[in-house]
């Protein structure tokens, strides 16, 4: 028999980016339960709004199902007497299994007994489980509330239990479970009864409260695409998916309102603008058909009702006293222009105890130097004057007031000073990536620039920490300067963009700056921390693509001085990795590396041969020539040494008696050795 389950948790006004990770981690919870108490079930939904988390699960079996099960009693000898009667040990385990003694029977030796397991009520199970399961739930600033010892996001207010159309008799800590909970606080219906489960959506739908997120961002999008229609505007929901999910869960009864602002705001920047109406006041942003900012903007209302009157004022008010402070900043940072804000950089502390952001400004000017010397590129006065004008923005009121600008304003009024396109370009996306996966610098003077700058940050930190065993390298919890993602940032604009860049050297360069600048002696070990710091980034980007092992095999060439090549190297080890040659040639590889141990010459002499496979395998290696072809090119040619080298090891005992033939030979073999080690360290692989 099947019934289906109803779980809602009611709290206070959830923190919106819990509930993303709370709905993952009810519906994981849950299928472990049922998977481990061996409860079957057809599917398990997670709902979430901002004051409620509720599971639905369809066709949940009431009961596990029974097992039967052979328990073995007592040896034969035991178990009966002289005259073949069951003794008292045998009665004994028939009434502790709860069998008659006649459903005994004999095998091997002992007396069995056939036996059923009743499985345990679903409704025990979820009694016994509930509490613990959600009072699991992970997440950050979590709270205590009244006496209780247990936290959670925010205080449980009510608990609906139902499994069919009976309450589970359970609690969560001071909340016994009901059938009945809260709807909109605004709705007219605003007590719900649920009689069975499978009516929670629709019941909660009558009390205003939408439960399912997706239909929820559903209506968001269509609605407000509606109301946008209806004023001739357009609303881009591409660039604006976390607004959209932030939005999905603050509201439980979404209702477009249309608001406006004074069209003198609008000579402020737009990326000004839509940040002040997304990031700060949770607003749409509408655009006229031509692509230009409107004056008017969506605030999602959750609100039940038709008056909107003092919704739309109040939202009015807000954006209006916000972009007023927006145009007082961007008149005031205008009157002078922004390479003549170099200089307020001077005021700025970079780091501490690494000097301002004057200071790095310089560095990083110095490092694209660098890099456009390795690179070839004689024409670097743009990508000087991009590093140069990078940080200038930081010192402006916009970014001081609005710190996620820093970049887009310093595009801006550089192009409003006159300068070059690309280098306006160079000086906003210096800052790419700006997550893990987006979007990385478009033109050549941010690359460079984005490189410059985040290898200075890191560099900085390293020097800053050494010797210092109380301050820790960059971790997942710890890592003010973003240090972690500066690294897959670099990685990722050289190997994306085929920079050509020797890292190695643009690190040393570096490090080089900051000590002499700042007077702090390098410490011997610091490089090696940071190129592992540098591996240990690479190895998580290509987790997923890529073998581990093979990263580690190929690292015994510095990845770091091409980096491009190294991954392309991976991409061929990861073609070749099961080919049937590959591994032949892997396999003799090992084997050579095993015998040779640290034996290092190679200055054969071809006098001492003694047997035919000896000197075949000599004028194998001495006729393969292809050093120089690309690495799968030089794959394919190592083939040709396939079978002299298996002859030469089914043929010749290397440690022959003779020392000098013992010696000639391993000499050939570390000259085969040489021939390998040009792929990878086959040992690793």
């Known amino acids: 028999m099947k019934k289906d389950f109803l779980l809602e948790i009611q709290v206070q006004e959830l923190p919106y980016k819990f509930i993303p990770s709370a709905i993952g981690q009810l519906k994981s919870s849950f299928e472990k339960l049922f998977k481990e108490n061996a409860l079957e079930y057809d599917d398990i939904k997670v709902y979430a709004t901002p004051r409620r988390l509720a599971v639905l699960v369809d066709e949940l079996a009431v009961c596990q199902e029974n097992i039967e099960k052979d328990v073995r009693g007592p040896i034969l000898n035991i178990a009966k007497n002289e005259n073949g009667e069951y003794s008292p040990a045998a009665i004994g385990f028939a009434k502790k299994n709860g069998v008659d003694i006649s459903a005994l029977y004999e095998k091997d030796n002992y007396i069995w007994a056939k036996i059923e397991i009743k499985g345990n009520l679903a409704s025990d199970i979820l009694k016994n489980n509930i509490e613990s399961l959600v009072l699991k739930l992970q997440g950050s600033h979590f709270m205590r509330w009244k006496d209780f010892d247990e936290k959670f996001s925010r205080p449980i207010e009510n608990v609906v239990a139902l499994l069919g159309e009976e309450v589970v008799d359970l609690k969560v800590l001071d909340k016994k479970a009901v059938n009945k909970t809260q709807g909109h606080r605004f709705s007219l219906n605003r007590e719900v009864i649920i009689d069975k489960p499978q009516n929670y959506v629709e019941l909660m739908r009558k009390a205003n409260v939408i439960v399912d997120q997706n239909e929820r961002k559903r209506l968001i999008i269509e609605s407000a695409t509606k109301c946008a229609n209806e004023s001739n505007l357009e609303i881009n929901f591409d660039d604006m998916q976390e607004l959209l999910e932030e939005v999905t869960f603050i509201t439980e009864w979404p209702v477009p309102v249309m608001c406006e602002f004074d069209e003198k705001y609008l000579q402020i920047p737009a990326i000004v603008t839509t940040t002040v109406m997304s990031s700060h006041q949770r607003y749409f942003p509408l655009w006229t ?18 008056e909107f009157a003092n919704i739309k004022a109040g939202n009015q008010r807000v954006i209006a ?3 007023e402070d927006g145009i007082f900043f961007y008149n005031e940072d205008t009157k002078t222009k922004l390479i003549d804000k170099y200089d307020k950089l001077k005021g700025m502390t970079f780091q501490k105890g690494l000097g301002t952001l004057f200071d790095k ?10 890099i456009c010397d390795q690179l070839n590129i004689v024409e670097k006065e743009d990508i000087l004057r991009c590093a140069k004008l990078s940080k ?6 916009l970014v001081f007031e609005f710190t996620e600008l820093q970049g887009f304003i310093g595009e801006n009024y550089a192009l409003k000073d006159g300068e070059k396109a690309n280098v306006a370009k160079g000086v906003c996306e210096h800052y790419f990536p700006l997550g893990a996966n987006s979007s990385l610098p478009s033109n050549i003077e941010g690359q460079i620039t984005s490189i410059a700058d985040k290898i200075d940050t890191i560099c900085a930190l390293f020097i800053s920490t050494q010797g210092d065993k109380k301050k820790k390298r960059p971790t997942g919890s710890n890592d003010p300067l973003g240090a972690r993602r500066a690294v897959i940032g670099i990685l990722r604009t050289i190997i994306e963009k085929d920079i050509k860049v020797d890292l190695d050297i643009i690190m040393d360069y570096s490090l080089k700056l900051l000590s002499e600048e700042f007077s702090i002696p390098l410490e011997t070990c610091i490089k090696d921390e940071l190129t592992e710091f540098f591996m240990q980034r690479l190895a998580v980007m290509y987790e997923k693509e890529f073998d581990q092992k093979i990263f580690v095999s190929l690292q015994g060439a510095n990845p770091f001085k091409d980096l491009v090549g190294f991954i392309k190297k991976a991409e061929i080890l990861k073609k070749y990795q099961n080919d049937e040659d590959f591994l032949k040639i892997k396999e003799n590889a090992n084997r050579v590396v ?16 003694v047997l035919d496979e000896e000197k075949n395998l000599y004028e194998a290696i001495i006729c393969h020539q292809n050093e120089n072809t690309n690495l799968e090119e030089y794959i394919k040619s190592l083939k040709v040494l396939i079978k002299p080298t298996s ?4 043929k010749v005992l290397v440690m022959d008696k003779d020392e000098k033939v013992k010696n000639n030979r391993l000499k050939l073999l570390n000259l085969l050795k040489s021939k390998y080690t040009v792929v990878c360290d086959f040992e690793k692989l």
């Open 289 to 306: 058909k031509e692509g230009k900012l409107s004056n008017k903007f969506i605030t999602m209302a959750n609100y039940v009702g038709d």
């Open 321 to 323: 006293a916000r972009l």
């Open 361 to 370: 400004a310089q560095r990083m000017i110095k490092l694209s130097d660098k």
């Open 392 to 397: 200038c923005d930081l010192s402006t009121s």
């Open 594 to 609: 095993r015998i040779l141990k640290d034996f290092k010459e190679n200055d054969v002499d071809k006098s001492l041969f």
């Open 647 to 650: 002859d030469f090891f089914e």
